[in-house]
């Protein structure tokens, strides 16, 4: 049964090859199906493992499609409904049961809503001035809720985003600004480091610690 559903979805994907679009919608849809199917009780390790790597690919897949078709606007249209369902029911079993790691619970849902509109911004030519606050603004609450709730998969993914975004916006602004405004910033900041080198390795120590500990 299981072979004849990815089938399924496989024909459904192949009918829609000539519309980008749809084919997202059918990848997106599929990601968040397979995202599911990794919550059920009794599954092994290994099994959620792959199930999760295919509702990933699947997730990319979409996001690949959808800016391939050059003329979608708005991609959270697409994929946010769908992670939502995806994180909705990740959040109900990381309650419900126990041993289940938020990797494979939120995982898939949190690329399905941060993974299009971070591709967008990072690969298109428009600035996307909304899109890339909506997305810092998104990317810092899933660090939070992470941190608060002690899961690790929206504390690293929220953080990778925060970070891509930090680096976009820096190159960004590299030939808006004096160049000596970032040599001056990473001297003091290199300073800062030196002076207080023990200090952040202890913190470094302490958070990849704290970050291990989160499940």
């Known amino acids: 049964m299981e072979a004849a559903a990815q089938a399924v979805a496989l024909v459904a994907l192949l009918l829609t090859v000539p519309s980008a679009r749809h084919a ?22 290994a099994r959620r493992w792959l199930f999760a790597g295919i509702a990933g ?18 991609l959270e249209a697409y994929t946010l409904p769908a992670a939502g369902l995806a994180l909705a029911a990740g959040v109900v079993a ?26 967008s911004v990072l690969v298109a030519p428009e600035p996307q001035p909304w899109r890339r606050l909506l997305l810092g603004a998104a990317a810092l609450g899933v660090v939070l809720a992470g941190a ?22 820096l190159a960004r602004g ?19 480091l030196a002076a207080t080198y023990e200090r952040r390795r202890r913190d470094l120590v302490r958070l990849r610690a704290a970050v291990g500990r989160m499940g």
């Open 94 to 119: 990381l309650r419900t049961r126990s041993g289940l790691t938020s990797w494979l619970a939120l995982g898939p849902g949190l690329a399905a809503g941060l993974l299009p509109g971070l591709v």
């Open 24 to 45: 997202a919608a059918v990848c997106v849809l599929w990601g968040a199906a397979v995202a599911l199917r990794v919550l059920r009780r009794g599954e092994s390790t």
């Open 174 to 192: 590299w030939d808006l600004l004096p160049r000596w405004v970032f040599l001056a910033v990473g001297g003091l900041a290199l300073i800062a």
């Open 148 to 169: 608060t709730r002690r899961w690790q998969a929206p504390v690293l993914l929220g953080g990778a985003t925060l970070a891509l975004l930090a680096l976009h916006e």
């Open 57 to 74: 690919s699947s997730e990319l897949l979409g996001a690949w499609l959808l800016l391939a078709a050059g003329r979608v606007v708005l």
